[in-house]
Every structure is written in structure tokens, then in C-alpha cells.
């Protein structure tokens, strides 16, 4: 389905694309296809419903004390305001134009404060189509356009025809891969100076892109194994089917995707939920309030309650997984690796291989009872502060995979690394034995001493019986943490009860930190942290010769390749 | 700008620092431990420890003015906790600047050709390095107070956000100038 005002569009003089949609829309101003209103009256209501969250509490204790919920009035009042978020949506859809032109993408918004943006094309990092669900049965796709990757400065196209939206993507990125021979030119020129004395006159052409190129380049001989394309020409890398995301909803808690959205149905719920318990003969208040039972009546009455709320969260789990991941692909489009999912809400999240900063594989307990692995691709962190982790453009994540998949995925990412391996360098013991003594000691002493004093034997066996598992968590992150150097990657290994595996080129570092207290310099033993554009990485405790020689290597790749970290 | 300007830069005795990192082999790389390490100025520990004084003494006047008023009266446990107040703010305005007397000497500094490092702290002792590829773009902080003391704190920001800010506190404002004029003629960074 295509929307009147672009196919109206003049033809245009660049229709290199071989598309039947012309993406060029002329000189002329566009306005958006009439579903944007239910887009932007959503948008006003969402937005004062995040502002106005906090008088929630205030607004239902006022509609519960006058009681009148039911009463014409309020209706009236409800019925007001959403005319009110309507014509809203309607006057930003009247003030809403945008056009296509010469390379540029141009867009008039706003109605109070009006600003006008323009886009050339070779500035646009990324192009994303989100296909909100009323938007779906329509044809119609959100374009959003995402520039020099800060978050301020992405632009909306607010509703256009799938098709459309299709064709703009891929003339817009087109514009990308026009420059990537001029880049991979550069970079091989760049390869062949390294070993010498760099020139200035190279160093200040230096083009940020060699990395992308490099792996594409070992990529190419491992492509063979995806054989998938899409109808964009995207080579699929992996697919999730519901089987893998119920397995991902029951492994994560991803309850809280469902729960957020829940938020303002709780009190009824729960209302409801004590009269439903309450027609079955279960009366919580006489349960607890009364002596008529016997402990093991009342043990299994909690124990029955545990379970069945334990299964409601594992079901509202694996509703939220399925809510964000149903229909999950991972697909690679050049340089760039997009991730596609939603069940109502289609959601897109991509990520330029060279911008990848560290590959994360995360196991929890349960994930390593079933085999499965989160993996997360994790880019530039100071880049959008994203309130929903999932959504996130800074992570791609992969979810629950099986160890092969993990590892032929973070091939693909990063060429011959080997996250599952042997020889990690264990850190040293005394990283216990300082976390007894300057965490556990003080705490331990003062609360077994203070149950002894008042003759409650009973606090001090609690407080023993705590440290005893925080010892043994200490003690499992020591037998987790460990990192070795492969020459080309390093690796790092931590986790507690879970696991944990980084893997990340060392000449993406953006600074290196050995620390060393007083005690730990007699040992001979240092920490190291190196400091990425997606976060802080630390091995602590490792012996001191290690140590330098893992930062000083570091530093000297970062400071003799001199490749860009982006 | 061409190296030999930058070197130019530095001829001035006090930063002897540099040493050449960029032309060695992998057999020999540079070592962080044999980093030539320079103090900043003894004028930060001074200024520091004035602070503290300065500090606690606004603090005991007017915790004093407070007991010692006849405006109004202050309840009781107030008033007698009053000497416990006095005793605190000493003890640990006494520590503040036991810490400073002994940590402050020990924040070094050292450039090379291609990064900045930072030695600081009394009993975890953390040296951080960070190379001028990587710098988005410095900052010369200077309070009022380091104004006086004709002192500034040179921030070197990377990508690695806002609580990895490379920060070389209290050094002469002309050396804190140029060593920003340094990064910046750096062509790794004057380049982007």
C-alpha cells in the first residue's frame, strides 16, 4: 500500500535504485500519510503520562474519595482530554511536512516551537523502520535516522509507506557504501605504513573505517556458512524460534517488560486475585491472623503460594521475551549488523560492525544447566541513554543461543577469537583473603559478637550462616576471574554463580589502569583496568609482572596501530 | 602541526618527560613502570590542606555561633553535644590533612610522545595512562582558589565517560597550557 502524497511525488533524477518507489520526493513538501495522528496523539499521551506519573498516587486517592468514577462527569473528563491529545495529533500531523530532495532529507515539525531539520544523506549513520502494531495492518513504517550516532540528533519520518520506507533505506545507506573502497583504500595504504615512521600527511588523512573493512575482509571466507538473505540483501546470521525464546523467558527475568506496561492495573488485579482466592475458600487475613492451623499446614499453604507465584512469574517471563524477541533475526547488511523483533511492536536496533567494542556471552546458572548464552555486542555506552536495556542502541543482544551459535556468532564479529578456552590466567588467592578481611571481618565480628553479648545465640548463627555464603561468592568470583591475551584479542572471565565472557581488541582501549595498594605491591600483584568506550573492564589481583606486561601491551597496540576505536 | 614544533613546545626544563615511545620495536616496548615521573606543583598540597583548615574552622564558628547565640535556645542534647561536634570536626579535619600531607606529593605526572600517565594515591596506588589517540578533548579547570595560587587541574576527556575523565590536578597554569596546546597540535588528534 502506498500513500497518495508519494506517489504523487515527481519523478526524480536520481532513480538509481532499481525500486519501482522513487524516493526523491521532488522539490515540493510532503505531508505524512494520515496514520502519523494516531502516532503523534499516542506520542502526546505517553509523554504526559511519563510526566505526569508521579500524581498518579494523588489522582486515585481524589477518585476514590469522591467516589465517582462511574459518574457521567468523569467520563466526560476522560473523553475531553483524549479530544484534547487528538487534536494535538492532529495539528503536529498539519504541521508535520518533510521532503526528499537532492540528497537531503528536509523535515518541518513542531507546533509551538517549530524546527526544521536537514539531513544530507552522507551524514546519516543508520537508518531504522520501526513498524509500530497500528501501523502494520496499514503498510505503514516508521523511519527513524539516526546521525553521527548521538541520540539528540535523530530525526523521525513519522508515518510512510513500508515500501517507501524500504526504498529510502537503501538508497540512503548506498550513499555509505559508495565512500567504502575510497576508506579501504586509505587503510591499506594506512597497513603497509605502520611499521614505519607514519608521515603526517598520512596520519592526517586517516580514515576511521580500516577496522570494518578488515573484518569484512576475513569475513568474507566464513560468509559461506550463511547462506539466508533477506529481501534487502541482508545475509541472516541467526534466527530465534519460539522454542529459544520461551527457554530465554524462562532462563532471564524479563517480567518487568510486561509488569512496566501493567503498572496502572495492579490495585484491580489484585483485587480481583483476593476475591478469586476468596470464593475458593482461601482466606489470606484468617491464614495469618489465627492460630487454627498447624506450622506444617501453614509451611505448605507458603510453600504452594511460592510455587504457583514462582510459574505466574516464569509465564509473565516468557510472555515479555516473546513480547520483545518473538520473530528474532540477526542479519548482516555490508558493515552492519541489525537485529529485528516484536511481537506487536517491530523493533530494529543496528550496529556497525566497527563500532563494536566488546562481545559479552553471559551464562546464568540456569543457562549453563540448559546450554544457552546471552550474547551482547555492546557499543559506545555514552551514546543515548536508553531507558529500556533491551531496546537499546548501545547492545545487541542475542538471545539465549546455544555455546556453538555464541561461539560461530562472535566469529563472525570478531574473526578467529575463541571466547570458550583453557589458559586463562587465573587471579591470585590473596583476592579472597582481602575481601575477608576488608568485608566480611568487620561485619562478621561485630554481628556474632553482638548476638553473643546479648546471649541470642540464634543471631550469631544467622550472621554466621550469611558470611558463609558470601564467602563462598567471594570465593566463586575468584575461581571465575581470569583474562589471557591471544596477541589479538583479550579475554576476560568473571561472573559469580553465572559466568561471564569479554572479548575485545586490545587497540580499541581508551585508557589503561594498573593499581596496586601497599599490601598488594609486597605480594607483587596488581590490578589492571582497561577503560573502553562501552565500560570499564578490571582483573584485579593478577601477579605484577602480568600485569604490566598486559597494560604495556596494550598500550603500545593502541599507540603503534593507531586505528580508530568507532 | 609537525613534531618538530611540538618538541619545540617542551624545551622548557620542567618537562623533561618526554620520552619517545613511538619508534620502538615490539621486542622493546615501552614500559609504564619506567615512566620518568614528574611531581606537580607542592603548591596543590598547600592549597589543599589550607582548604581543610578553612573548612573546619567555618564549620566550629558555626556550630559556636550557634551554641553561643542568645537569639533563641537550642534543646537540650544540643547543646550538650556541643564539645562532641567541636572534637569531630578537628579529628577528622586532623586526618583530611594527614592524608593530604603524605598523598598529595605522590600525585606524578609523565608525557610521552604518545600518552599521558598519572600516578596518584597513598595506600592504593593507581597509575593511569592515556594515550593521546584517544583524547576527545581537554579542559583547563581552575577554581578560584587554584586561580590564586596561579595553579589548574587539566582534564583530558576519552570516550571512556565521564567517570574515566583523565584529571592531572594541581599543576602551573602555563605548564597545564601547554601541555593542552601539546594534545591539541598532537596529530592524532588535531587530524579527526
Known sequence: MASPEVETAKPSESSAQGKAVKVDTGEGWRRLSPIAIAYFTLRSIKNMAQGAIYAVPAIAVTANITDNIQSPNTLLGIAAIFIIFFSSGVVSFFMYRFRVNNQHVEIHSGVFSRSYTNLPFWRIQNVKIELPFYYRPFGFALVILDTAGSAGEEAKIVAVPLAYAHALRKQVLAEHQDSRPLDARHSEEEHQETGHQQTERHASSYVNDSNAVANIAVNSDQSKRYLETNEDGETILNRRSITDIVIHGITNNRVWILLGAAAPFYDNAFGYLSEWLAEKGLQLNQLVGEQTIAWWQFGLYAFVMLMMAMALVAVISIGGALFTFYDYTLSRHNDRYIRRSGLLNKQEVSMRASRIQVISAKQDWLDRILKRVNLYFEQNASIGHSTNELMSPNRLIVPSVTEDEADELSQEVMPQSKIRRSDYQSISKRYILHWVIAGLSIPFVVGAGFGIYIEHLDITAGVTFVSAILLSVIVLRWWRWGVVSDGKYIYVRRGRIGVDYLCFEPYKVQQVVVKQSVFMKRRKLATVQFVLASGAISVPFLPEGFANELANNVLFEVESKRKSWM | ?192
Open chain 2, 1 to 192: 602541526m609537525t613534531m618538530s614544533s611540538d618538541n619545540e613546545t617542551f624545551s622548557n626544563a620542567q618537562l623533561n618527560a618526554i620520552t619517545a615511545n613511538e619508534n620502538t620495536s615490539a621486542s622493546d616496548k615501552p614500559q609504564l613502570h619506567q615512566l620518568n615521573l614528574e611531581a606537580i606543583s607542592p603548591r596543590y598540597r598547600v592549597i589543599n590542606i589550607s582548604l581543610v583548615f578553612g573548612i573546619a574552622f567555618v564549620l566550629i564558628m558555626v556550630a559556636s555561633a550557634l551554641r553561643y547565640q542568645s537569639f533563641f535556645a537550642l534543646p537540650e542534647p544540643l547543646v550538650a553535644a556541643f564539645p562532641y561536634i567541636v572534637v569531630g570536626i578537628s579529628v577528622l579535619g586532623c586526618l583530611w590533612t594527614t592524608y593530604h600531607f603524605f598523598a598529595d606529593p605522590l600525585i606524578k605526572y609523565a608525557l610521552r610522545e604518545q600518552d599521558l600517565s598519572l600516578q596518584s594515591g597513598l595506600v592504593f596506588r593507581s597509575l593511569s595512562c592515556q594515550p593521546i589517540l584517544r583524547v576527545q578533548h581537554v579542559e583547563l579547570k581552575r577554581g578560584p582558589i587554584a586561580r590564586l595560587a596561579g595553579l589548574a587541574s587539566l582534564q583530558v576527556f576519552s570516550a571512556g565517560g565521564a567517570t574515566h575523565t583523565f584529571e592531572i590536578p594541581g599543576i602551573e597554569v602555563e605548564v597545564a597550557e601547554r601541555l593542552r596546546q601539546f594534545i591539541l597540535d598532537h596529530k592524532d588528534v588535531s587530524a579527526k
